[in-house]
């Protein structure tokens, strides 16, 4: 049999060798808990929005709070990581981003649900989150050795896409069993465990000299002009974007989708988040077991087009079914196009600029979501949620038509990365 032999079970095994290393193996564990508690907050901070409100725009606003602070901060970002000990601007993220989530922790034991302060602490979470994300993606090569990253990236997409699953899964029972202020705490504590296993940690080594703090400005722009000058770069930051600004918010609406369009409560909404999250598992255990070097122009086309027919299929339908089943397969599309990018740029962009080129793709990775939650919760009340997914499904296709032949034919003059 071709599965379960000898061979195959090795060839698996390889892909895994990176927690061979002692600071990797604690890293992951660590980031793992922590990316699981990121997930209890974001969902915890949906549903009281919704709660409160019963507004779309309300969660689109939240939504767009925690992430729109990539899209100002990415550049300083990843001069921090190329710059700064990665391991000192993860621990001092972790603190705030644990301050953030004691605070609203606290307001709601006191019986304030004010959503201003929700968004206050949602906006310092997002900041944190910000400036912590080049740093923590770059580090990844400090802490293997070069034969080892491959399979050092795989691991850290799926340690990223496993939170997606389990942490909206966890925080659906916890939601209906305790309240919201209990995913605020959880997400403290697991902030506080990833700060302990950071501590234990050496400091990572420095990728470049310490630039002068007048030079900040131009480096933080390098990142943005390297893309722009490497052709197969553009092409995927284009159609990533795409798909980013276009569908990736729709989980971030999962709450008014299920309740407006598919007259589920709590559970239908947790249901819907856990159905994107297995997708994305499901999404990231499959890359991790196929070459990531082969077909990857074809791949990110392939799924970005999948996700937006999942989102115009989404606006027409009425069956709980069938939303489960497309929240998973729009899960496991959007990660499939995500890991291909991450991919390509640890093996590809040198050390002294992987940072910054991190902190590029984060912009697209988090602030993209952000804007998509924030223009589809405002456009619901408009014309419709069903017209809002529609038209983020259709501007996607439209935008994915027009450059995915141009794409392509980029990509394919890499020869080895075909």
Known sequence: MRFFSPRWLARQASRFDALACRDFRRFTYGNGVSLIGTWLQRVGAGWLAWEVSRSSVWLGVVAFADLFPTLLLAPLAGVMADRCDRRKVVLYCQCVAMAAAVLQSGLLLAGSRSLAWLLVTTSIAGIANALCQPARMAWIS??????????????????????????????????????????????????????????????????????????????????????GSVAYLRGVFVVTAASAVCIRGIPELAPAISEQLLQQGPRGFASLVAAAGAGALAGGAWFGGRDGARCVATLIGRHVLAASLCALALALTHDFRLALALFFAMGFSVVVTGIGAQTLIHLSVPEHLRGRVLGAYGVIFRAGPALSALWLGTAAPLGGLRVALGLGGLLCLAVCFVASDRVRRVLRKLAWWR
Do not use: H, K
């Open 142 to 227: 400090s802490l293997v050795p070069q034969r080892r990253l491959a399979s050092a990236v795989a691991i850290n997409s799926l340690c990223f896409n496993l939170a997606r699953f389990a942490g909206p899964a966890v925080a659906g029972v916890v939601l209906l069993e305790f309240g919201t202020v209990a995913l605020f705490g959880l997400n403290a504590l697991s902030y506080s465990v990833f700060i302990v296993v950071l501590m234990r940690m050496p400091a990572a080594p420095m990728p470049a000299g310490t630039a002068p703090s007048a030079r900040w400005l131009g480096d933080a722009l390098e990142g943005f002009r390297y893309v």
